[in-house]
T-cell receptor
Framework: NAGVTQTPKFRILKIGQSMTLQCAQD?????MYWYRQDPGMGLKLIYY???????DKGEVPNGYNVSRSTTEDFPLRLELAAPSQTSVYFC???????????????FGDGTRLSIL | QQQVKQSPQSLIVQKGGISIINCAYE??????FPWYQQFPGKGPALLIA?????SEKKEGRFTISFNKSAKQFSLHIMDSQPGDSATYFC???????????FGAGTRLFVKA
C-alpha cells in the first residue's frame, strides 16, 4: 500500500519556467490537498479538492493551478515560476464529507522545489 | 477565528524529561484535534488525535490533554527520547468541513 506518492522529489527550475508536481493516492480518499511549507514555517494550504472535478482555492493559490480528473490524482501546476515559490510542497489526502466523522490527513514525502 | 495558535516555537528537553506543547483555538465548531509529527525530509504523519467529548487521550508515551472551556489542548511526551526530535503540529477541523487548520509547528530537540 503506497499511500500518497509525490513526484519528483527534488527539482530546480529557472525563473519563468513551468512544471507540474504530481500527486497520486491509492486509498480511495475523496479529499485531496496541496500545501507549501517554507523553512521553519507551518503548512499553508494552496488548493484542495473534495472529489473528481471539484477544486477550490486555499490560503495561497496565486501562481498555481490544479485539476482533479480522477479520484487518485491531483496534480499541481506552476506557471511562470518565481523565486517566491521556492518551497517544499506536500500533497495530502483523507476521507471526508458528511457521512464521515473527521479523518486524519495522509501526507506524501514532499517535493523540494528551488527556483533560481 | 479559524486560527490555531501553537507554542512554543521551539523546545529543548533532556532525555527522560517531559515535553509539553500547547495549542489554543477560537472556533467552537471544531470537533477533531489531531497532532502530527514530522521528521526532516518527510511529510507530517498523524501521531495522536482527540475529540472534545473526552478530556485526555493517552497512547504510549504521548498524551493529549483537552480543556474545552478554555479552548486549549496540549501534547505531553513523557520520558522524551532523542528519537522524538521532530517538528510537531497541532491541528483542528470540524465535521463536514473541508479543511484542517494547522498550528505553526514546534521544533522539539531531545538532548541525549
Amino acid at each position: 500500500n503506497a499511500g500518497v506518492t509525490q513526484t519528483p522529489k527534488f527539482r530546480i527550475l529557472k525563473i519563468g519556467q513551468s512544471m507540474t508536481l504530481q500527486c497520486a493516492q491509492d486509498m480511495n480518499h475523496n479529499y485531496m490537498y496541496w500545501y507549501r511549507q517554507d523553512p521553519g514555517m507551518g503548512l499553508k494550504l494552496i488548493y484542495y479538492s473534495v472529489g473528481a472535478g471539484i477544486t477550490d482555492k486555499g490560503e495561497v493559490p496565486n501562481g498555481y493551478n490544479v485539476s482533479r480528473s480522477t479520484t487518485e490524482d491531483f496534480p499541481l501546476r506552476l506557471e511562470l515560476a518565481a523565486p517566491s515559490q521556492t518551497s517544499v510542497y506536500f500533497c495530502a489526502s483523507s476521507y471526508g464529507g458528511q457521512s464521515y466523522s473527521n479523518q486524519p490527513q495522509h501526507f506524501g514525502d514532499g517535493t523540494r522545489l528551488s527556483i533560481l | 477565528q479559524q486560527q490555531v495558535k501553537q507554542s512554543p516555537q521551539s523546545l529543548i528537553v533532556q532525555k527522560g524529561g517531559i515535553s509539553i506543547i500547547n495549542c489554543a483555538y477560537e472556533n467552537t465548531a471544531f470537533d477533531y484535534f489531531p497532532w502530527y509529527q514530522q521528521f526532516p525530509g518527510k511529510g507530517p504523519a498523524l501521531l495522536i488525535a482527540i475529540r472534545p467529548d473526552v478530556s485526555e487521550k493517552k497512547e504510549g508515551r504521548f498524551t493529549i490533554s483537552f480543556n474545552k472551556s478554555a479552548k486549549q489542548f496540549s501534547l505531553h511526551i513523557m520520558d522524551s527520547q532523542p528519537g522524538d526530535s521532530a517538528t510537531y503540529f497541532c491541528a483542528a477541523s470540524m465535521t463536514g468541513g473541508f479543511k484542517t487548520i494547522f498550528g505553526a509547528g514546534t521544533r522539539l530537540f531531545v538532548k541525549a
